[in-house]
């Protein structure tokens, strides 16, 4: 826990932001096949724009913007968990 305090919190906001782009960029290519959270429909949503995919499961259950917070949430995460796994390989190849 005492790495995770000395990084700079915007490490963890670059990380998530590219999988967050990476998740758009993913979900608009599977379509109307990422059931789910649909990230390409929840930012279309957000945004106004009516793309003719039905709404995915998030929006279904938590409405637009619990399936926001909940995209935005989980790509945190995982943003976060590839930090770990960069810093565990960069200590293993210098090791």
């Known amino acids: 826990m ?3 305090l ?3 919190w ?3 906001l670059v990380a998530g932001i590219a ?3 990476i998740m758009i960029i993913i979900d608009y ?3 109307a096949e990422a059931e789910h959270l649909n990230a390409w ?3 279309n949503r957000l945004a106004g724009h009516e793309i003719g995919i039905p709404d995915s499961l998030a929006i279904r259950k938590f409405g637009l913007y619990g399936a ?3 995209m935005v949430a989980v790509n945190m995460l995982f943003g976060s968990v590839l ?3 960069l810093k565990g390989f960069i200590k293993l190849v210098h090791s």
């Open 2 to 4: 005492k790495n995770f």
């Open 6 to 8: 000395n990084h700079p």
């Open 10 to 12: 915007s490490i963890y």
């Open 83 to 85: 930090i770990f796994l």
């Open 29 to 31: 290519l599977l379509g």
């Open 19 to 21: 999988c967050l782009c």
């Open 68 to 70: 926001a917070a909940a």
């Open 41 to 43: 429909v929840v930012v």
